[in-house]
């Protein structure tokens, strides 16, 4: 069974870093397509970044050049690098698994809360 | 970025109701349109892909129907559990996602 498992989300101020890691089982994500989503507080969600067989990664505009994604194949976990964070950053961070090579999100896990304070 | 639009933003019915919630996209995306449920505290859900496959374990309640730039998703006899958040997504570029439905008991 798939399971994505999110962590380290936290209580920031603004400027500062965190990393968040998804926990995964039942899969690799070193051999799939990943992202992560995030969806700020009452709002639509939104695609943030992806990582392509542990390879190829690619972010939204508003996180370019602050966030940098990452993988770990000895503790199967996708990782989210996130500095110089802003109040608009704040949101539930989750990261989901892609069907092939598609942009389809067929498991996503429960999220994990990050609160940027100014 | 191409904006997908849903109507309703919210919408109440009883259960054993036939619910219909609306996607627009600002361009054609063929049918590159996926919906999910989200409950509150719980991860999202793919329901429908490829505008209307339905992702295995759903039940044939649900459909999804559309191309281009207009989508529907159908709930043909609400149960008790389909109250929740429902929301689309295309994946015909760079991902981008409706802004949500609500579905309400009345």
């Known amino acids: 069974e798939v399971q994505l498992v999110e962590s380290g989300g936290d209580l920031i101020q603004s400027g500062g870093s965190l990393r968040l890691s998804c926990a995964a089982s039942?899969?690799?994500?070193?051999?799939?397509?990943m992202s992560w989503i995030r969806q700020a507080p009452g709002k639509g969600l939104e695609w943030v970044s992806a990582?392509?067989?542990?390879?190829?990664?690619y972010y939204a505009d508003s996180v370019k050049g602050r966030f940098s994604i990452s993988s770990d194949s000895s503790k199967n976990t996708l990782d989210l690098q996130m500095n110089s964070l802003r109040g608009e950053d704040t949101a539930v961070y989750y990261c989901?698994?892609?069907?092939?090579?598609?942009?389809?999100?067929?498991?996503w896990g429960q999220g994990t809360l990050v609160t940027v304070s100014s | 970025d191409i904006q997908m639009t849903q109507s309703p933003t919210s919408v109440s019915a009883s259960v054993g109701d036939r619910v219909t919630i609306t996607c627009r996209a600002s361009?054609?995306?063929?049918?590159?349109l996926n919906w999910y449920q989200q409950k509150p505290g719980k991860a999202p859900k793919l329901l429908v892909y490829?505008?209307?496959s339905l992702q295995s374990g759903v039940p044939s309640r649900f459909s999804g129907s559309g191309s281009g730039t207009d989508f529907t998703l159908t709930i043909s006899s609400l149960l008790p559990e389909d109250f929740a958040n429902y929301f689309c997504?295309?994946?015909?570029?760079?991902?981008?996602f409706g802004q949500g439905t609500r579905l309400e008991i009345k």
């Open positions: 990582l392509y067989a542990g390879d190829k990664t």
């Open positions: 989901a698994k892609q069907v092939g090579r598609s942009t389809i999100f067929d498991n």
């Open positions: 361009q054609s995306i063929s049918s590159a």
């Open positions: 039942g899969f690799s994500v070193s051999s799939n397509y």
């Open positions: 490829g505008a209307s």
């Open positions: 997504q295309q994946y015909y570029t760079t991902p981008t």
